[in-house]
């Protein structure tokens, strides 16, 4: 047992840097207390330590400590994107006039990000249900407070509040929901033991519905899909742009890991014989991936359909990130590893286009103090380089060649088509156009309209604008070469113990 | 009828009875007192599950710690008694259909669902020597991951609460 223990831990050392990374950071903060910024560095170093050690996993497939967590090239693509959206967070961090006004409270800040990144890493590798639930609690916890780190505005305060609550009460579902699939699998806490239990002995479809309702439930809300987003947009208005940055990506992405990990070991026939390769069906008379189907035309159509009022940036990219859940929940309907994989390109593309919108929106609510569409005026004009930016991050979010986020839509369709799900693939071209409204809204703000009278030309540091670069241009490089992506998703839409 | 069943029963009617004060009741002492027999009616079920350890820790954590800091808290905050709690009520006729829709679905899943049922054990066997081999074998992450969680928690409500100084 030990010795187990002993190997699980060489499986096991990006999180472990995390761990340490997490009490060093607090640690410096409380030395050198006459500076904060060090403890950032230090909380920076650990993130791209962790993504090392990361990189250096790739291609294992084990399970750790138990069978509590496996190790694959899921849980490290997944763990890749978190860790880099995690690098972007502190760089921006740097520059954000936000966070830096709070100076004192930057060691919190620090080590409650890498806190956060913790639980996400063991979010998406997450094979029991102890785990499952202790490792949203860690992220959970972390971003409840970092939501409300700008404490003295009352809004940011408020976003906090309204997360915390919302947050206990889906845990809370999801709970009751483990419970009762703990009650009709006789005890079991493992998915695949769960798998097992459901496939030799059927249970009462209507129990491991209403389990399975609960438990989406839970999921659902981090990831923001309809009816359990109504957090997002206030939470997203109220925290500041980091960590919201943070939040629609990596907190994403880790909630997505999690949903499709469960689902697609706990929930499907594993017994089934002669399917092709990469097609997996559900269990008998429990077809989850009609109501993932549902569930995703939702979140898509009231996400585009509310962020067309929206006059606030954030909220408007908060309603636009709730469509882009629906988007992505489409792959999972699917029940291929075709659809996995897709979900997988989108993810890399969307983190790009996504980080790279609220950076500006960061960067221009650093000078102007504001983040409403009026302050976005002849921003075109005022600051030519943000403004081309803005629009190509638009564009993608919109889905239009020649970017990244073309191909991450194309995938999703292609895989939808190959599957013979028409109808869904209408909905979501349909919510396409719609989002295109809403993004071209901003841009002819900031291009045919003229800025106010009194506003001159913004102007920002060297420093700045690499850090913009380095989001504009791979939103640019893949939607033109994206085999790289493609394949490395595909390499990785593989999963422990599923073949 | 036997003894057992009574038993049970009585902790469940003690748990619920003095959850539903802790919830409805106006005057903030009252709530916090009535915690405390939410607790110790769990407590009690928790006994008649053979869970000594946890029944114990139920008693010593949440009776005997919380519980307490939370009368304190309670009781040393300036003029709590008189406090005027806002509490209201909007949006009822939604909530009433969505909890009825839920409760009606859950008590229809208990009702007819085959549970698998475990045999009790026939004797009484104590149950912390286990708990404590379980926790650093198979349950070894959890239980780590689960300290940095706390640690989580005591920095944030640490930031939380801490009162600066107007930075001027």
Not at chain 1, 110 to 133: C, H, Q
Not at chain 1, 427 to 446: D, E, W
Not at chain 2, 30 to 41: E, R, T, V
């Amino acid at each position: 047992m030990v010795d187990q223990a002993l190997l699980s831990l060489a499986k096991f050392l990006p999180e472990i840097t995390l761990a340490i990374t997490f009490c060093l950071a607090l640690l410096v903060g409380v030395i050198f207390r006459s500076r904060p910024r060090l403890s950032m560095w230090v909380a920076l170093l650990g993130v791209v330590v962790s993504i090392a050690l990361t990189i250096r996993e790739m291609g294992i497939t084990e399970s750790v400590f138990s069978g509590m967590i496996a190790v694959d090239p899921f849980a490290t693509f997944f763990k890749l994107i978190v860790g880099s959206s995690a690098i972007f967070i502190f760089l921006f961090s740097l520059y954000s006039a936000e966070v830096l006004s709070t100076m004192k409270r930057l060691v919190e800040y620090s080590s409650l990000l890498v806190a956060m990144t913790l639980g996400m890493y063991l979010m998406v590798g997450a094979t029991n249900l102890l785990m499952m639930v202790l490792s949203i609690e860690l992220t959970g916890l972390s971003s409840y407070v970092l939501a409300g780190y700008t404490k003295e505005a009352s809004d940011s305060s408020e976003a906090s509040l309204k997360y915390i609550i919302y947050g206990a009460l889906s845990t809370g579902l999801m709970l009751y929901g483990i419970s009762i699939l703990f009650g009709l699998t006789g005890g079991a806490m493992d998915i695949y033991a769960i798998n097992r239990a459901l496939v030799t002995s059927p249970v009462n479809p209507i129990a491991l519905l209403v389990a399975s309702l609960l438990i989406i439930a839970g999921l659902g809300y981090k990831i923001s899909a309809v009816p359990f987003h109504f957090w997002t947009p206030d939470v997203y208005e109220g925290a500041p742009i980091t960590i919201t940055a943070f939040l629609s990506v990596a907190s994403k992405a880790a909630g997505f890991a999690m949903l499709i990990r469960f689902f697609k070991i706990a929930f499907i026939d594993s017994s089934a014989v002669g399917l092709p390769a990469g097609i997996w069906i559900t269990l008998q008379g429990f077809e989850w991936n009609k109501i993932i189907a549902i569930l995703s035309v939702l979140t898509m159509t009231l996400g585009n359909l509310v962020a067309v009022w929206q006059n606030n940036l954030k909220r408007l990219l908060a309603y636009s990130s709730i469509a882009h859940a629906g988007y992505m929940l489409m792959g999972l309907a699917i029940l291929s590893d075709k659809g996995i994989a897709a979900v997988l390109i989108y993810f890399v593309v969307y983190m790009f286009m996504n980080l790279g919108a609220f950076y500006v929106v960061m960067l221009v609510s650093n000078k102007t103090g504001s983040e409403d569409i009026d302050s976005y005026k002849g921003l075109g004009f005022r600051s030519p380089f943000i403004g081309v930016s803005m629009v190509i991050f638009f564009i993608s979010l919109a889905g239009l060649p020649p970017t990244a986020g073309f191909i991450g839509k194309l995938f999703i369709f292609a895989s939808l088509l190959d599957a013979k799900w028409i109808w869904l693939a209408v909905v979501g071209a349909i919510n396409s156009v719609i989002s295109l409204y809403y993004y071209v809204r901003v841009v002819r703000n900031m291009f045919l309209r003229d800025p106010d009278e009194n506003s001159g030309p913004l102007k920002f540091s060297v420093p700045e604008i690499v850090l913009l670069l380095l989001l504009v241009v791979p939103t640019l490089l893949f939607g033109l070469y994206y085999s790289p992506i493609v394949d490395f998703a595909n390499a990785s839409a593989r999963m422990l113990g599923v073949h | 009828m036997d003894l057992y069943t009574i038993a049970f029963y009585l902790f469940a009617v003690i748990t619920l009875v003095s959850a539903s004060i802790v919830v409805f009741s106006k005057n903030i002492i009252y709530s916090a007192f009535a915690l405390l027999f939410a607790f110790f009616g769990v407590a009690g079920l928790y006994v008649l599950l053979m869970a000594d350890f946890i029944a114990v820790t139920q008693l010593m954590i949440y009776v005997g710690g919380i519980l307490v800091l939370v009368l304190f808290g309670v009781m040393l905050t300036t003029r709590v008694i008189n406090v005027d709690m806002r509490t209201g009520t909007i949006q009822t006729l939604p909530a009433v259909l969505i909890v009825a829709a839920l409760a009606g679905t859950l008590v229809g899943v208990f009702w007819t669902t085959d549970w698998r049922i475990m045999p009790a054990f026939p004797g009484f066997e104590k149950t912390a020597p286990r708990i404590g081999e379980l926790l650093l074998t198979s349950y070894l992450l959890p239980f780590e991951i689960a300290s940095v969680v706390l640690l989580v928690a005591l920095v944030g409500a640490a930031m939380i609460a801490r009162r600066e100084k107007k930075a001027s």
